[in-house]
């Protein structure tokens, strides 16, 4: 099966602007995870989809922003963008959503906001 | 709350010397653990998980890692570095009734010839 995959890999915008990272899980899992990671922060949760509902939400604010769709594919938004969002925002897919599920991580796209 | 705790952010062994990563959880019930590795510009490799099943888990490229409830925590080894072994490490722990992982802050791992 082909892993997840995210893009783009690269993206360069500036602040005040908005972003949609794309993400599209392994084939039949249905839960899609959205983490932040920065040198700072280290690796944060942002939220979690499963069968298109948002199922749990990190602390973030309103400006991150998720949806999924029916194929189980999952876009992040990012609205009125700051420098500090700038970081490696990597997106992680489970078959069934269980707890004990192992999350599978995609290669990430790296956002620099200027 | 839930936390992880990873002891030494940067680690340098030998090549062909023992490798020990620190992971301890903080948590009233045992959760699902997990460590994962990042190479530069790619994103996490699960290594090996701990769900209950064994105290001691095998992993891929030799690593494994003991689950001592009495300590909370959560170890990675392997007998014998290699050089491609030089990667960031994270512990990861599930809670219980979560879909969510907390990382540790990570280890970065030196492998010296």
């Known amino acids: 099966k082909a892993g997840v995959t995210q893009t783009p890999r690269y993206l360069i915008k500036t602040r005040g602007q908005q972003v949609t990272l794309s993400c599209s899980p392994i084939s039949g899992h249905r839960s899609v995870s959205w983490y932040q990671q920065t040198p700072g922060q280290g690796l944060q949760f942002l939220f979690e989809y499963f069968s298109e509902t948002q199922r749990n939400k990190g602390n973030f604010p309103g400006r991150f922003s998720g949806r999924q769709f029916s194929n189980s594919r999952s876009e992040m938004n990012v609205s009125t963008l700051e420098l500090g969002d700038s970081a490696l925002y990597l997106c992680?897919?489970?078959?069934?959503?269980?707890?004990?599920?192992?999350?599978?991580f995609g290669p990430g796209t790296r956002l620099t906001v200027l | 709350a839930q936390s992880v705790t990873q002891l030494g952010s940067h680690v340098s062994v030998s090549e062909g010397a023992l490798v020990l990563l620190r992971c301890n959880y903080s948590s009233s019930v045992p959760p699902y653990l997990f460590w994962y590795v990042q190479y530069p510009n790619q994103g996490l490799q699960l290594l090996l998980k701990?769900?209950?099943?064994?105290?001691l888990v095998k992993g891929i490229n030799d690593f494994e890692a003991e689950f001592k409830k009495s300590e909370t925590s959560f170890h990675l080894t392997k007998p014998s570095a290699h050089m491609s072994d030089a990667a960031e490490y994270f512990c990861?722990?599930?809670?219980?009734?979560?879909?969510?992982?907390?990382f540790g802050t990570g280890t970065r791992l030196k492998v010296l010839a």
């Open positions: 992680a897919s489970r078959e069934e959503g269980q707890t004990s599920d192992t999350q599978y």
């Open positions: 701990y769900t209950s099943a064994a105290t």
């Open positions: 990861a722990v599930s809670p219980s009734g979560t879909y969510k992982y907390i």
